[in-house]
């Protein structure tokens, strides 16, 4: 049973982008066959506003995401729309497809409202799986994100708490929710991905740390192929003990991208996890008893997806770890798509290739690839990390409330000017 007192929320719908098609509604389905709903204070995701998008991203880049839902009777030729798709980033990974402002405003939605729960008291932890698309920037999409849920959700909570820790295990690095906050001292934002040449998104360098009064308030963890579900572990302890050290005794909340990808097989992975890699992760961190928003992220093998989500809605609700050979309800909606791991719960889908994405290549299944991550690369990487944690520790950011949090630095442009490629940078700061 919970730990009396302990109130888990469960933000949910079925929006998800044509990559991964099914997955919300296979993560709610397995909760719910699993017989999680009851123990859960379950919402359906509403939807945010074209104004509370604005509170991070670019009027131009909102006003384009909505106008892409209506009726293009009116609009302005297709070498104008062009334009603006190019510009804004809605083009190859980041299509616009039908439907597109519905599920931008519907994902971020789920997140603030999971994040306005925390802030109110009125949860202790809250869940949105179909969150977490932490690669879209103030003005441009990118990486199948159309919103940056995690920064406006991030956002929402530092207008209550004093500070705010995003901790980031998806397989690709969190670029957009670190450019939104590389100049704050009020965010720590601690991402442990895989780095290569040729790795979306290409950034999350052990240098990449911050700038300004957010120098060394931006961690990266740079990960090699292979890394096994030991290694990671033994990483995420580290980096989540320098998180809970910065934090100290003050006012604070956590929010936690759980990406999936970087489990066995994936498509667009690297990596050996399991889904119990990413439940046990969920469980350090839930272990601070600290308000914590637990978002999704990645994750193209959509039966290992819904499983591993499904076993940190578990660790949330602190029920008994389910055995190896727990399986999957033969009532679940989507009983048949788990025979691709034998339909227990902990197996991991063997048929990587299993959505046919284009861009999968056939060196990308990470089952094949060995640990490359050795003790003196990992133990380099995290000495360097305990010496900035360090530094942070002597020096702690300045308090915050939400009647003195504001945006200072969101360059917004007069009507007609030159546009950039480069992102918006939010700066909370204290007025």
Same mark, same amino acid.
């Given at each position: 049973?919970?730990?009396?007192?302990?109130?888990?929320?469960?933000?949910?719908?079925?929006?998800?982008?044509?990559?991964?098609?099914?997955?919300?509604?296979?993560?709610?389905?397995?909760?719910?066959?699993?017989?999680?709903?009851?123990?859960?204070?379950?919402?359906?995701?509403?939807?945010?506003?074209?104004?509370?998008?604005?509170?991070?991203?670019?009027?131009?880049?909102?006003?384009?995401?909505?106008?892409?839902?209506?009726?293009?009777?009116?609009?302005?030729?297709?070498?104008?729309?062009?334009?603006?798709?190019?510009?804004?980033?809605?083009?190859?990974?980041?299509?616009?497809?039908?439907?597109?402002?519905?599920?931008?405003?519907?994902?971020?939605?789920?997140?603030?409202?999971?994040?306005?729960?925390?802030?109110?008291?009125?949860?202790?932890?809250?869940?949105?799986?179909?969150?977490?698309?932490?690669?879209?920037?103030?003005?441009?999409?990118?990486?199948?994100?159309?919103?940056?849920?995690?920064?406006?959700?991030?956002?929402?909570?530092?207008?209550?708490?004093?500070?705010?820790?995003?901790?980031?295990?998806?397989?690709?690095?969190?670029?957009?929710?670190?450019?939104?906050?590389?100049?704050?001292?009020?965010?720590?934002?601690?991402?442990?991905?895989?780095?290569?040449?040729?790795?979306?998104?290409?950034?999350?360098?052990?240098?990449?740390?911050?700038?300004?009064?957010?120098?060394?308030?931006?961690?990266?963890?740079?990960?090699?192929?292979?890394?096994?579900?030991?290694?990671?572990?033994? /990483?995420?302890?580290?980096?989540?003990?320098?998180?809970?050290?910065?934090?100290?005794?003050?006012?604070?909340?956590?929010?936690?991208?759980?990406?999936?990808?970087?489990?066995?097989?994936?498509?667009?992975?690297?990596?050996?996890?399991?889904?119990?890699?990413?439940?046990?992760?969920?469980?350090?961190?839930?272990?601070?008893?600290?308000?914590?928003?637990?978002?999704?992220?990645?994750?193209?093998?959509?039966?290992?997806?819904?499983?591993?989500?499904?076993?940190?809605?578990?660790?949330?609700?602190?029920?008994?770890?389910?055995?190896?050979?727990?399986?999957?309800?033969?009532?679940?909606?989507?009983?048949?798509?788990?025979?691709?791991?034998?339909?227990?719960?902990? /197996?991991?889908?063997?048929?990587?290739?299993?959505?046919?994405?284009?861009?999968?290549?056939?060196?990308?299944?990470?089952?094949?690839?060995?640990?490359?991550?050795?003790?003196?690369?990992?133990?380099?990487?995290?000495?360097?990390?305990?010496?900035?944690?360090?530094?942070?520790?002597?020096?702690?950011?300045?308090?915050?409330?939400?009647?003195?949090?504001?945006? /200072?630095?969101?360059?917004?442009?007069?009507?007609?000017?030159?546009?950039?490629?480069?992102?918006?940078?939010?700066?909370?700061?204290?007025?």
């Amino acid at each position: 049973m919970a730990e009396p007192g302990r109130r888990v929320a469960l933000i949910h719908s079925e929006e998800d982008t044509p990559e991964t098609p099914e997955r919300a509604r296979m993560v709610t389905a397995l909760i719910t066959s699993l017989g999680l709903m009851p123990r859960l204070a379950c919402e359906a995701a509403p939807r945010a506003s074209a104004a509370e998008l604005t509170r991070y991203h670019s009027r131009e880049y909102v006003a384009l995401l909505e106008e892409l839902d209506r009726d293009d009777d009116d609009s302005a030729s297709g070498e104008v729309d062009e334009r603006a798709l190019e510009r804004h980033g809605l083009e190859f990974d980041a299509a616009a497809f039908p439907g597109v402002w519905a599920h931008a405003t519907t994902i971020v939605g789920g997140s603030l409202r999971a994040a306005e729960l925390l802030a109110k008291g009125e949860s202790d932890v809250a869940i949105h799986w179909q969150g977490g698309r932490h690669h879209a920037t103030a003005e441009r999409a990118a990486g199948f994100c159309f919103a940056n849920d995690v920064v406006l959700a991030a956002l929402r909570l530092l207008a209550t708490f004093r500070v705010v820790v995003i901790i980031d295990i998806d397989i690709h690095h969190g670029d957009g929710a670190e450019d939104a906050f590389r100049h704050s001292p009020n965010v720590l934002t601690a991402s442990l991905h895989l780095r290569e040449p040729g790795f979306f998104p290409g950034s999350g360098a052990l240098s990449e740390c911050g700038h300004g009064r957010g120098k060394h308030s931006t961690v990266n963890v740079p990960l090699r192929r292979g890394l096994s579900p030991a290694t990671f572990a033994r /990483a995420f302890a580290h980096v989540a003990g320098m998180c809970r050290g910065w934090i100290g005794d003050r006012s604070s909340a956590v929010v936690m991208v759980c990406g999936a990808d970087g489990i066995r097989g994936d498509p667009r992975g690297g990596w050996r996890l399991e889904p119990a890699s990413l439940a046990d992760a969920v469980g350090v961190v839930l272990d601070w008893r600290l308000p914590t928003l637990l978002l999704g992220g990645g994750g193209y093998v959509q039966t290992n997806a819904a499983r591993a989500w499904a076993l940190c809605t578990m660790r949330a609700l602190q029920l008994p770890p389910a055995d190896g050979a727990a399986q999957i309800p033969p009532d679940d909606e989507f009983y048949e798509r788990y025979r691709d791991g034998s339909f227990l719960l902990h /197996a991991v889908a063997e048929r990587a290739g299993a959505l046919g994405l284009a861009c999968a290549r056939a060196d990308d299944n990470s089952g094949s690839h060995a640990e490359q991550n050795d003790d003196a690369y990992l133990e380099g990487v995290l000495s360097t990390l305990r010496a900035r944690f360090a530094s942070l520790s002597a020096s702690p950011p300045p308090a915050a409330c939400a009647s003195r949090v504001t945006l /200072a630095g969101v360059k917004r442009r007069p009507e007609g000017e030159g546009h950039s490629d480069k992102a918006h940078v939010v700066r909370p700061t204290l007025t």
